[in-house]
């Protein structure tokens, strides 16, 4: 078990008294994650021991983890969906939590084809704003000087509903930027962004996005980091820039601002931002005007130490896109969060993404670990939860929670891989969120192994200097037998010269080589399963699809591309775009198994 700590670690010292305090924090708590994680459980079922919830599991009063672990059922969000329902419906009785439920945030993860709801508490902003106090004083410890200038972040807003009952629901990070804590957060020289508050705060993505950018523009020398939450949201700025340079340019020629922005808030602020400043509406003319779009980002802010977004799990797919426009820079991927709770941090922001293990913070909730295995479950039934300071290295789990906010023993959904110790409390990598994507007999094809086909596959493309930008799928069950069908959004970077029907035709073979046993038994033995299609898209496709699920109340800093689609009016959409198609030309290999 590894013991070193990070205020001795060799890659750097302490910025500033507040970081070393933080960094003293991280130490304590990664320390004693046992003992932490004791107290997290006795003060959550102390304090909520009169919920419905609770007094039906009849615990007595009890606050240690034998009698919890005992009474208190593994749950999922379909099981606390009746009782959530209630919350929204305006039950305002101690239904999950004592404290009273402060709003609804609304997760990325659906539930029979809703968004699911969770409701929240007050201070749980409290707990947030502290992780988010520790990123910092990390990162400082790796990357110098970032008090030396600004950092480029693409945040957002999205409109609120209410529940029945009068709740708000919104997502997480609506919630935390319209929150005092963010409003109003002390200066701290080492974490200026050039985005004012008010164009983040603004709920129209066009009039923010453009302000952002804006901003960003006029600061180009001062930006020092360039970020968004996830990889993808990052991609659709640069998508936005490609867009809209011109008119960009031109407010900063003029020193005036488009008509298109009729915010008054950003008007107001602007004011005192906007300047006439006709070189640099030239560069970004001329940077802009450029076919190659390669380096861009290293172009335009030259000083970008780094790129701050999340490339784990899902968005792992957009690393190549995001080296192409960057040229290579470090991207850190620094927390680790849900709807739900935010678990942890990354201690080594620095690291290639493929080695990113987060460490989850034993005060943010007390967590519990479900072994998984390659098979499913472990076979010993009912589960055995394991503890946090007892998980073992190189083992995958999946994360289960109990909030301050009310969720006993609740089943994130992610699977996460032990890699190593901070201390006494351990690190993970995260896998996936588990899930099947795909299946049309006995096969499952999760998300992991979707992304690992499409990568194999278009490594086919890079002798034609094509890569794959976006994707998904979809289980195509109109034909018998059904297929896998596969749309491809391509960057071809080399337009004479792309990649023809055929090796397109190879691409899917190789996606079907790539899956898994099962799938190529339904293929080859049991012929359950016809070849798989890939359809490419225009480009553009998957920006238009990002702005339908925006439209239909989807978050711009929580949309995650779905890997997989099934809804009408988005298969309706796909297809419409579709330039060309292309079948696996034969069987992929497949010899049986010997059963063990
Ligand atoms: P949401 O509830 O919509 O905020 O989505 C939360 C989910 O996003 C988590 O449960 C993870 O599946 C995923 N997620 C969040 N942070 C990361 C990360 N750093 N790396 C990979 N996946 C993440």
């Not at 979809?474 to 297929?483: E, N, Q, R, V």
Request: net charge negative; charged share 20%.
């Amino acid at each position: 078990m590894e013991t070193d700590s990070i205020l001795s670690s060799p890659s750097g010292h302490p910025a500033s008294e507040r970081d070393a305090k933080a960094l003293q924090f991280i130490e304590e708590m990664t320390r004693n994650a046992d003992s932490v994680q004791q107290n997290v459980l006795a003060q959550i079922l102390t304090r909520n021991a009169h919920t419905e919830y609770l007094e039906g599991l009849d615990l007595g009063g009890a606050t240690e983890r034998e009698t919890f672990k005992a009474k208190v059922p593994i749950v999922t969000y379909e099981d606390l969906q009746p009782l959530i329902q209630r919350i929204a419906n305006g039950d305002r009785s101690p239904i999950l939590s004592a404290e009273p439920v402060s709003e609804f945030l609304t997760s990325s993860g659906t539930s029979a084809g809703e968004r699911k709801l969770m409701p929240t508490i007050k201070e749980e902003l409290d707990r947030r704003q502290l992780l988010y106090s520790l990123l910092m004083p990390v990162m400082n410890l790796y990357v110098k000087g970032l008090n030396e200038g600004k950092g480029l972040y693409f945040l957002f807003i999205k409109s609120e509903t209410k529940t029945p009952g009068g709740l708000l629901a919104r997502p997480v990070l609506t919630s935390y930027y319209k929150s005092h804590h963010f409003k109003n957060r002390p200066y701290d020289p080492y974490n200026v962004y050039t985005s004012p508050n008010e164009a983040i705060l603004c709920p129209d993505s066009f009039q923010s996005m453009y302000t952002q950018m804006l901003c960003g523009l006029y600061e180009r020398e001062q930006v020092l980091r360039v970020g968004a939450v996830f990889a993808s949201g990052l991609l659709r700025a640069i998508r936005f820039l490609h867009l809209n340079w011109k008119q960009l340019a031109n407010d900063i020629r003029t020193g005036s601002l488009s008509p298109k922005i009729t915010d008054q808030g950003i008007s107001e602020c602007m004011l005192r931002i906007s300047r006439p400043d006709p070189c640099l509406a030239d560069f970004i003319e001329e940077e802009c005007g450029k076919e190659n779009w390669n380096g861009i980002i290293t172009r335009i802010w030259p000083n970008t130490k780094y790129l701050d977004v999340i490339v784990t799990g899902a968005m792992a797919q957009y690393i190549p896109t995001l080296d192409y426009y960057s040229g290579g820079l470090p991207k850190a991927c620094t927390m680790y969060a849900s709807s739900e709770c935010y678990f942890g941090l990354n201690l080594n922001p620095m690291t290639n993404p493929s080695q990113v293990s987060y460490t989850i913070m034993p005060n943010m909730a007390y967590f519990e670990f479900l072994p998984h295995s390659t098979s499913g479950f472990a076979p010993d039934s009912p589960p055995k939860l394991v503890d946090l300071a007892d998980v073992e290295i190189g083992k995958e789990y999946e994360l289960v929670i109990t909030t301050y906010a009310g969720l006993y023993r609740y089943q994130v959904g992610d699977v996460l891989r032990v890699t190593g110790f901070h201390n006494s409390t351990p690190q993970f990598q995260f896998i996936r969120r588990k899930n099947v994507l795909l299946s049309i007999d006995s096969d499952k094809t999760d998300e992991a192994e979707l992304q690992a086909a499409v990568e194999n596959a278009s490594k086919l493309l890079s002798e034609f200097n094509t890569s794959v930008v976006e994707y998904t799928s979809y289980a195509d069950t109109k034909s018998i037998p059904g297929h896998y069908v596969i749309y491809w959004e391509l960057l071809a970077k080399d337009s004479a010269n792309s990649p023809s029907d055929s090796v397109l035709a190879q691409c899917c073979l190789s996606m079907e080589e790539s899956l898994n046993s099962v799938y190529r038994q339904c293929r080859v033995s049991d012929n359950s399963i016809g070849p798989l299609e890939i359809r490419v898209v225009k480009n553009g496709t998957f920006e238009e699809l990002m702005d339908y699920a925006i439209s239909r109340g989807a978050s711009i800093n929580q949309y995650k591309v779905p890997r997989c689609v099934s809804f009408t009016p988005i298969m309706e959409l796909l297809d419409s775009r579709v330039v060309s198609t292309h079948f696996s030309p034969s069987l992929p290999r497949w010899t049986p198994e010997p059963r063990h």
